[in-house]
């Protein structure tokens, strides 16, 4: 994600340590310094914080050209490089031996035996008979993976590139091969510890070098006591790269194939495709992350499926009114394509920022069009914050300088996704006035809130919560007091508009009845006092909306007047960090000051001036002008 921008560009990348392969390990609490490889075994420690490095080879010797035979440690192109989960400042690189560091690769200890096959007869000139391609990508008998248990200090299972899976339950001291039975010669190409259970442990084989393109991924319940194949359901020629089980839902696993992703609902009895918007790409690697699935692709791009609590919930054959539990939002700024209805995920030059709001999916059968859904946000306190609706406002006029339509909720058969941009209602416009600025509502403050949908007599509610943002240096106290000074001035700026417009339309009813009078004698005196009343509204109305205004240069000839002013407080008021500065408090003051006096004339217009001239006008047998309410 790009905070503060609408695209995830090369500006958001940094450099980091070692080269084009292998892996990266640091610290998660202070990533500062950076472990990186590269083939043929080298890898440094870079400093993120200065930019410089440290070359830290196990055993910095010159390995090309030379047989893999004769080399001292064997490396992946792919070496492993992983940090330790329970000792801080431990590091492990897989050559066919496991190697540890824990002070940053001034030293290294082996702590396995070779965990390969260790065939010599495949351990000749690298890419041979064919080509002597000697640079380090194609060494043989090495350790392709390594992970360590996140239960248990000391566990620690590799992969081999030759089709071997060790094990070791006491930091390294002894090894146990606990290859599935029958396992041929292959690619242990990942290893995923279960999250729900220390003795589970899944593999994904591939064995395309051998020209066999069947998926192959195991698992184990038992620490490698057992295997079983659970690989039903993925096709011939998807060979599985990587498996992974969600981190909240036990049983839940997500595959990357040579062809694209697939998903299990039941750990792994059966697969379907998760393919969506993905390209058809083979899948290098997966990580659950923060709720959401990232996946990295050969294709050297990075995909994220943003947030997974709607797989985690779903239910094969639920054809029900169903709302799901939206992902909690963290407050924060931040623009995304992925708000929309049609929303695809992908851009020709840039990353695609996640949906910047509420994503909310919701299940429906088919609704007949003339049933409208209605979605209701409320917060703590049960004060409504927002309403929608799948029918589009019959009342809403577009024109230049005004505010935008609501958004409309679908209300399709099946899964519907919707965005609600955490913002409070849209301010009422003037129309049709131009006025530069911007009519949508503050962003909702941090709390807990409640989305209720509902159609004819069915309703369904789900709560979510909107979480402070943890990199603004801002206290508590100070999102509900910018939200209370935004939501009156929003309030404010509406009920000005519903005046303006409310005593354009009795003017324009005055007008209508002085025009049907003619020149008739009998109405003059009428006639004549509707006009003065009509020379006030309008003055009225020039002192509060400029009518001249069809676009923003015309400013220029035609002045700005009171709304526009009060909008543009509104909107200078409204930054993405939620402050409110003293600067807004006083011009506030100033700009009540003045609509005091403007709304005592408007209430002055609509509470007396027209309803005795209304009276007037039945008397005389004319008809009546409506009056508004406010």
């Not at 909240?248 to 792994?268: H, R």
């Not at 416009?429 to 509902?454: D, L, Q, V």
């Not at 009509?534 to 007047?561: C, G, H, I, T």
Request: with cysteine; aromatic share 10%; net charge neutral.
């Amino acid at each position: 994600m790009a905070l503060g921008d609408w695209s995830i560009s090369e500006r958001n990348w940094t450099r980091s340590a070692g080269g084009e392969s292998a892996f990266l390990a640091f610290d998660p609490d202070d990533p500062r310094y950076v472990l990186g490889g590269s083939y043929l075994g080298t890898i440094e420690v870079f400093d993120s914080k200065t930019g410089g490095g440290t070359n830290i080879m196990a055993a910095p010797i010159q390995y090309l050209g030379r047989d893999s035979k004769d080399m001292k440690y064997r490396f992946n192109w792919n070496a492993p490089i992983i940090g330790s989960k329970h000792e801080p400042g431990t590091y492990y690189h897989g050559a066919q031996l496991l190697l540890r560091t824990r002070d940053m690769g001034v030293t290294w200890e082996e702590v396995s035996p070779d965990l390969t096959r260790n065939e010599k007869d495949k351990q000749g000139k690298m890419g041979g008979p064919y080509t002597n391609e000697a640079v380090g990508a194609e060494n043989y008998g090495t350790l392709a993976y390594v992970i360590e248990s996140p239960h248990e200090k000391g566990v620690i299972w590799t992969g081999s590139d030759d089709g071997y899976v060790q094990l070791t339950r006491d930091g390294g001291k002894t090894w146990t091969n606990v290859t599935p039975k029958g396992l041929t010669e292959c690619l242990v190409n990942a290893i995923d510890v279960s999250p729900h259970n220390p003795a589970t442990a899944y593999i994904a084989t591939t064995r395309y070098k051998f020209n066999d393109h069947t998926p192959a991924i195991y698992k184990t319940a038992d620490y490698g006591k057992t295997w079983t194949n659970i690989s039903k359901g993925i096709p011939n020629g998807a060979f599985t790269r990587v498996v992974r089980e969600d981190n909240v839902s036990k049983g839940l696993l997500y595959a990357g194939t040579e062809t694209g992703i697939y998903i299990s609902w039941n750990d792994g009895a059966s697969w379907q495709p998760l393919q969506l918007n993905m390209p058809a790409t083979p899948i290098t690697d997966l990580i659950v992350k923060e709720d959401d699935l990232v996946v990295a692709t050969s294709g050297r791009s990075f995909w994220i499926l943003d947030d997974l609590t709607l797989l985690r919930q779903y239910k094969a054959n639920n054809n029900a009114f169903t709302l799901y539990k939206p992902q909690d939002l963290i407050y924060g700024s931040w623009g995304s394509q992925m708000n929309g209805s049609n929303a695809k995920g992908t851009d020709p030059f840039t990353g695609v920022n996640p949906a910047s709001g509420v994503v909310m999916y919701y299940q429906l059968p088919k609704l007949a069009d003339s049933i409208e859904l209605v979605m209701e946000i409320k917060d703590s306190a049960g004060k409504l914050v927002r309403k929608l609706s799948s029918k589009r406002d019959p009342s809403y006029q577009s024109y230049p300088g005004g505010p935008s339509a609501d958004p409309v909720i679908p209300k399709e058969k099946g899964i519907n996704r919707f965005v609600w941009n955490t913002r409070y209602p849209t301010m009422k416009g003037a129309p049709t006035a131009y006025i530069e600025g911007n009519f949508s509502g503050h962003r909702a403050p941090p709390g807990s809130y409640t989305m209720t949908i509902k159609y004819a007599d069915q309703e369904t509610k789900s709560d979510f919560k909107i979480l402070p943002s943890p990199l603004y240096e801002i206290k508590p106290e100070s999102y509900n007091e910018h939200h209370t000074f935004m939501l009156g001035m929003e309030e404010t700026l509406s009920d000005m508009h519903e005046k303006v417009n409310t005593i354009l339309a009795m003017r324009n009813q005055i007008k209508e009845a002085v025009d049907k009078m003619g020149d008739k004698a009998d109405f003059a005196p009428l006639k004549k006092e509707g006009k003065a009343l009509m020379e006030k509204m309008k003055l009225w109305d020039e002192d509060m909306v400029q009518r001249k205004s069809k676009a923003y240069d015309d400013v220029e000839n035609f002045p700005n007047k009171f709304t526009a002013n009060f909008i543009f407080l509104v909107n200078e008021s409204d930054s993405s960090i939620p402050r409110v500065n003293q600067s807004s408090r006083d011009r506030l003051a100033e700009l009540t000051k003045e609509w005091n006096a403007l709304d005592e004339r408007a209430k002055s217009i609509m509470q007396t001036d027209v309803p005795t001239y209304t009276k007037k006008l039945w008397e005389a047998g004319i008809g009546a002008v409506w009056v508004g309410s406010k």
